[in-house]
């Protein structure tokens, strides 16, 4: 009976009742341009990619909410950050108009991840149950700090943080949208 209860699409999803599926997104930002690097176009980017050695093979990105696709020229580490060259930004002015953009590639160019692994978007916007089938709503952020993941669950107490660990994350269902967690004492 509790797992039927589980389900339910009245206990799983407030609001509406019914829950839309969010679209996959198409492409996978691997970091931010942060600023122009000299005057001959390259471009200072904050990586946002656990496999930063991946960004030296790239051959074309995508930047900005449009993606729009830029071949790449070159790639090179500067401390913990990346500067990219990209073709037809040959000059600082050029550079200065993608600062701040997001650089992007294409969701099926994405490293593989190992089980039990996620990336960002597969997380936000799930639901947040416990085994009991209480309702504690909905991630809308994940903070990365030193030593764990925390995600911010927006619910109807307010916000909850949830330090991404095994045993307060129980189990991440894609497929019905949700996270089964145990509230570690002392949160709410």
Request: proline share 7%; with cysteine.
């Amino acid at each position: 009976m509790s797992d039927q209860r589980l389900l339910s699409p009245q206990r799983r999803f407030r609001g509406s009742g019914t829950r839309k599926p969010r679209p996959e997104p198409r492409y996978l930002a691997v970091g931010r341009i942060v600023r122009p690097w000299g005057v001959r176009g390259e471009l200072k980017m904050a990586v946002l990619t656990e496999y930063p050695e991946r960004l030296l093979h790239l051959q074309r990105v995508y930047v900005g909410p449009y993606a729009v696709p830029y071949q790449v020229a070159s790639v090179r580490f500067h401390r913990k950050a990346a500067i990219l060259r990209l073709v037809g930004c040959e000059d600082r002015e050029t550079a200065e108009t993608l600062r701040g953009q997001l650089v992007q590639v294409p969701l099926e160019e994405a490293v593989p991840l190992e089980e039990d692994e996620y990336y960002e978007h597969q997380i936000l916007g799930l639901e947040v149950e416990t085994p009991e089938g209480e309702w504690l709503g909905v991630v809308t952020e994940i903070i990365t700090t030193g030593s764990n993941d925390v995600y911010v669950v927006q619910g109807p107490e307010g916000e909850l943080l949830l330090p991404a660990l095994e045993d307060v994350v129980l189990e991440v269902d894609l497929e019905r949208g949700r996270l089964l967690v145990v509230v570690p004492e002392g949160l709410r």
